[in-house]
């Protein structure tokens, strides 16, 4: 498809096609210049890493701070998480319909409603995405930081493989060696010191940590599948990204909300949907919903496997942050080895090999 070949964003704005012109023609015509698409790409990339370093360490301290009362329920989070996701990007849509409230109802009635077989293929991903969500909690409930952010990194593979199964698309060798490049990068920056190993593991029993691995592994194969499902659909629609996001929050919400009254009503009918939950309570769902926008950015741009560079990237800008902020993590020579394997395999990754001129091979 010439959009993904070309890397090009289209514009938001529809332009009369003149009766002259094919369709592939005018396709080339709407799209702005490489250029401004390249930046679009790595900025949404950057703001990628600011999120997830931002959501793992307010998760992080959400789920460990001491207070009087109730827990809040990670399905209560994840459903709320939702709802913001769906009113934000309405407000987008309502922006690109410049304001008007009957061309953005008649939008949403035109592309969603009368197109029911088009809304139904974003209900797998949603699916998907609602499990993936409530299987990092139950991980993070059940394994120690270390050993669930190293597993998790598997999700990268995957979705490198279900992207040459379900996309078609050719890795190089220079790409394989990154992804082998990052995979131990992350690996050594997240090896866990024999101290910290050894006083967590007194704290987890073998039955515990089993679930937290099937939790991640699980995670890891429902992300690589479903975000490269939503990538394919992303790019053969014409449909903007919001309003794809739309149709993919409202079937997240039914989701999301079927499985907290099946494993949390009984607790949501006694203390509230809303119980525990406090300012790192709202700000862990407004970075959760924030992420799943600009996720789809990235998806929409770049694609899932630099979204996964850009995840493992953030492991390390968190840890730099930890030792500097909030002292409670000491680098070893490993940590900066991997780091640098992972900045190594970063730029191998998009490192692409000039053809050779013509001309150089003259005699």
């Not at 029993?205 to 099937?214: H, I, K, N």
């Not at 794809?244 to 509230?272: H, K, T």
Request: include cysteine; hydrophobic fraction near 45%.
């Amino acid at each position: 498809m010439l959009e993904e070949e070309a890397g090009w964003v289209k514009q938001s704005e529809s332009i009369p096609k003149a009766p002259l012109h094919t369709d592939k023609e005018y396709s080339t015509m709407v799209f702005t210049s490489p250029s401004h698409s390249l930046r679009l790409k790595y900025m949404s990339l950057g703001v990628l890493v600011l999120q997830t370093t931002s959501l793992v360490l307010t998760m992080r301290y959400s789920r460990t701070l001491q207070e009087d009362g109730p827990r809040y329920l990670a399905s209560s989070a994840v459903v709320s998480a939702e709802v913001l996701k769906i009113l934000v990007c309405i407000l987008l849509v309502f922006r690109e319909t410049n304001f008007s409230v009957q061309a953005m109802n008649q939008l949403l009635k035109e592309e969603i409603v009368k197109k029911p077989a088009e809304t139904m293929k974003l209900a797998i991903p949603a699916g998907i995405y609602t499990l993936q969500n409530n299987l990092l909690y139950v991980a993070l409930s059940n394994l120690d930081a270390a050993t669930y952010q190293v597993t998790y990194q598997l999700k990268i593979l995957t979705t490198a493989l279900f992207t040459v199964s379900m996309l078609g698309k050719r890795l190089g060798l220079y790409q394989w060696l990154a992804l082998l490049f990052l995979m131990a990068g992350v690996t050594l920056v997240q090896w866990p010191t024999e101290s910290g190993e050894e006083s967590e593991q007194k704290d987890l029993s073998a039955g515990s940590q089993f679930v937290g691995l099937m939790a991640v592994l699980m995670a890891c194969v429902s992300s690589g599948f479903a975000g490269v499902y939503f990538e394919k659909i992303l790019k053969e629609t014409k449909q903007s990204v919001w309003l794809r996001n739309i149709q993919l929050g409202v079937f997240g919400f039914m989701f999301g909300l079927a499985g907290m009254i099946v494993y949390d009503g009984q607790r949501v009918r006694e203390s509230g949907m809303f119980q525990g939950y406090n300012t790192i309570t709202y700000t862990v769902v407004v970075l959760q919903a924030l992420g799943g926008l600009v996720v789809a950015v990235v998806i929409k741009y770049a694609d899932n496997i630099l979204k996964g560079f850009a995840t493992s990237v953030s492991i390390i800008t968190s840890a730099v942050i930890s030792y500097f902020l909030l002292e409670d993590f000491n680098p070893t020579g490993l940590f900066f080895l991997g780091s640098l394997l992972v900045i190594a395999a970063t730029f191998l990754y998009g490192y692409e090999r000039k053809p050779v001129s013509v001309n150089a091979i003259k005699v």
